[in-house]
């Protein structure tokens, strides 16, 4: 059984081993997900135990996913943790602008902070860094929230360790936020290793890397233009096809455990050193419910080393993205 809460590197903030990721909520990648679903979804997570929520200024164009955490939350704040991102919104037509300027990153914040209904953050990100901005710069902006109240910690998403170097030196940091599943473990060379020395925690996105790992695809599937999976190696051809041999690799061990292959895959990446917390995205109660059931999952050295062997047997997997 995995620990119920974890402490956030030296901050007084303490998450859950599983977390919401809220962008599924903003609808931008998912059609048909209302207001209503998402208020519902969000719910459904703080009901089952899952009270860390990770969303961002840009998640929906208008902010969909702040919008519906702060009609889930009323009247219930004190009962989960929310984490924010700053440095990404949104321009006509679609088009994405990464800004890291100070001016620019409290503006976002102040308005995620309406949007959600709250006077401050657990916990606020730079959600990626300003190539044109030096992360110093980034970093004190976030630091001046800190010191007025806005967010009692903060966090870094999306970067280097030399840039994560150069934040740190200008802003005391609690937490790291990077892509980390069993297919992509690039944080493990060394990330996870300066968060460690930093005591910093390291909280990850894509476990279950974009549904790959939850076993429900078959081969031969395609993905249609429309889908953001088609762009992925790890999609196509063959690499997709050695990819599904790996899952139907992780199913006796599912079996054995008796639990789902999902729970097997979020309670193993939860389990991994130096991995404080992981978030799964979901658009319906119903996935929340069966997505925190990989809180009660307890992993055997024999399931320890049937997944090792497994990961081992895959080998390199193309596309890796760097981090």
Known sequence: MMASTRPLGRSSVRVGPLGLGCWPLAGMTRPGIT?????????????AGVTHLDTA????EEGESERAIGSAIHGRREAVVLAGKCGIHWQPGRRQCVDGRPERLVLEVEESL????????????????????PIEESAAA??????AGKT?????????VELLD?????????????????????????????????NVAMVVYWPLMKGLLAGQMHPGQVFPPSDSRHKYPMFNG??????????????????????????????????????????????SPAQVVANARGLTVGLDDQARTDIRAAITARGPVAGRRAV
């Not at 936020?177 to 493990?188: S, W």
Request: net charge negative; charged share 20%.
């Open 35 to 47: 207001h209503d679903a998402a208020v519902a979804t969000v719910a459904a997570a703080i009901d």
């Open 166 to 198: 150069r934040f740190i030196a200008a802003c005391p940091l609690s937490a790291c936020q990077m892509p980390y599943n069993m297919l992509q473990r690039g944080i493990e060379e060394a990330i996870l290793p300066w968060c460690r020395t930093h």
């Open 57 to 60: 200024y840009c998640y929906g």
């Open 114 to 133: 309406r949007r959600l209904g709250t006077d401050h953050l657990d916990l606020l990100y730079l959600h990626t860094p300003d190539p044109a901005v």
């Open 238 to 283: 063959d690499e997709f096809e050695r990819n599904l041999d790996f899952v139907a690799a992780l199913r006796p061990v599912a079996t054995r455990l008796g639990c789902e292959l999902p729970d097997l895959v979020l309670a193993w990446t939860a389990s991994q050193p130096g991995i404080t917390s992981v978030l799964f995205g979901a658009t």
């Open 152 to 160: 009692r910690s903060i966090g870094a998403s999306n970067m280097t």
């Open 142 to 147: 976030l630091q001046t929230l800190f010191e």
